[in-house]
């Protein structure tokens, strides 16, 4: 395995994130332009380039801790943070990391930067515990968040804050969903066992593994025994609790993970919609693999585009998976934590105002509409139901939950509100 490349691609995508892309569509180009790539590679990258997001505070402190002066070259600095990863986070060989890592930087400009990086990251390995110790004290480098998300959290979860951050740090956890109709979580465990893999029931149709494994690997995933959503997630199809029978909608439905949970959970009929074509397909191949594209009825639009796709019959559930911040699953999309701004919920929240109130005109009265988002942002949860229920006179909230991300979850919100 060329552990060269793995470092070089691994560094161009912390160097775009920063420039302010979106990690997996920078891994996705740069997989596109390398199709050779072998899995150890692609395993490499991918491990570097989620690292260096997850833990970039104390790797960016730690670096300025040993430099005079900030260094200019971004690609320089990008290169320097994922070898510093993979040396303090990694169990690969410190002179294997240094020496691919030096020869690397060497084909920066003329090779000015050979001996400062040789001298950087031997000077890492001497300091370590030195370095990692004062990130203690620092608060970015400490919680791996800006200053101002740590300050959210503090000022918004008095109690949890601390808890969270440790969360948002961590791997999330595989968890699977089990399809109720053939299968339940006490059983699956043990088919799980037979084929080798170690899991545990996190709930009566879920299962938590204990490591990751290729979804090929699991018993009965082709057949749509299972599939992979995080147990936070599952909590959508158990609160709108749909019906044999009923209509339901369910808006920016990819890739299609709640909406197969609806089709497992009852009888019912579902119109799904995305904006995204390409997202869209993903929602299709879950139904499909599932056995249930007979029951759904897929609109490329937009949802708050109602003569796009509308028809004018009224559902009886609408699931309003509304676009946010994803603030509450940055520990699976670590980028998330750099790439977000504080005034972002807000403007998020004034775009969702627009698509709730457009989707409340396909509600039956007697329906109900089901507000879910992945932020454990105020402006795009509480705040934004109160505002709802404001400005429809129609409206009820019958229950609302924030789950906060931890070491079985990732954060959601969820109201479930009624139309009179």
């Not at 497992?264 to 139904?287: F, H, P, Y």
């Not at 796709?309 to 994803?326: E, H, K, S």
């Not at 790439?339 to 775009?351: G, S, V, Y």
């Not at 105002?353 to 989707?359: I, Q, R, V, Y």
Request: contains cysteine; proline residues 4%.
């Amino acid at each position: 395995m060329s552990m060269a490349l793995a470092q070089q691609l691994a560094a161009q995508a912390v160097e775009a994130v920063a420039q302010g892309q979106n990690l997996q569509d920078v891994l996705a180009a740069l997989r596109a332009k390398h199709p050779d790539l072998t899995a150890q590679e692609n395993g490499a990258l991918q491990d570097i380039a989620y690292g260096c997001q997850r833990y970039l505070g104390s790797l960016k402190f730690m670096l300025g801790k040993m430099l005079t002066r900030p260094i200019s070259d971004s690609g320089l600095e990008s290169r320097l943070l994922a070898a510093l990863y993979q040396l303090h986070y990694t169990r690969n060989a410190p002179h294997a990391v240094v020496n691919e890592a030096v020869e690397g930087i060497a084909k920066i400009g003329r090779g000015q930067y050979r001996s400062f990086a040789n001298a950087v990251l031997r000077r890492f390995l001497r300091e370590r515990e030195t370095l990692a110790a004062a990130c203690k004290h620092h608060l970015e480098a400490k919680h791996n968040l800006p200053q101002w998300w740590v300050a959210y959290l503090q000022n918004h979860y008095p109690k949890h804050w601390h808890n969270i951050t440790t969360a948002l740090q961590s791997h999330p956890p595989m968890t699977l969903r089990i399809n109720r109709r053939l299968s339940n979580a006490e059983d699956y465990v043990r088919r799980l066992a037979e084929a080798g893999i170690a899991a545990q029931a996190a709930a009566e149709y879920a299962v938590t593994l204990a490591e990751a494994v290729p979804v090929a690997k699991l018993p009965g995933f082709s057949d749509g025994m299972v599939s992979v959503q995080d147990l936070g997630a599952q909590k959508a199809a158990e609160l709108l609790n749909v019906r044999d029978g009923e209509r339901v909608l369910d808006a920016c439905a990819a890739p299609g993970g709640k909406t197969g949970h609806l089709l497992e959970w009852a009888d019912c009929e579902v119109t799904a919609l995305d904006i995204d074509e390409g997202r869209l397909k993903r929602v299709e191949s879950n139904v499909v693999r599932l056995g249930m594209d007979d029951r759904v009825r897929l609109h490329c639009a937009d949802a708050q585009d109602l003569a796009a796709w509308y028809d004018g019959r009224m559902f009886d559930a609408v699931l309003a998976d509304v676009p946010c911040t994803a603030s509450g699953v940055a520990r699976r999309n670590p980028d998330i934590k750099w790439l977000r701004r504080p005034q972002d919920a807000a403007k998020t929240a004034r775009q969702q105002e627009t698509l709730l109130d457009a989707l409340w005109q396909t509600l039956k009265p007697g329906g109900r509409m089901l507000l879910a988002t992945c932020s454990i942002f105020d402006e795009e949860n509480g705040r934004q139901l109160q505002k709802f229920l404001n400005r429809h006179a129609d409206a009820q909230a019958l229950e609302s939950h924030v789950l906060l991300p931890n070491k079985s979850q990732d954060g959601f919100y969820y109201a479930l509100i009624q139309k009179q």
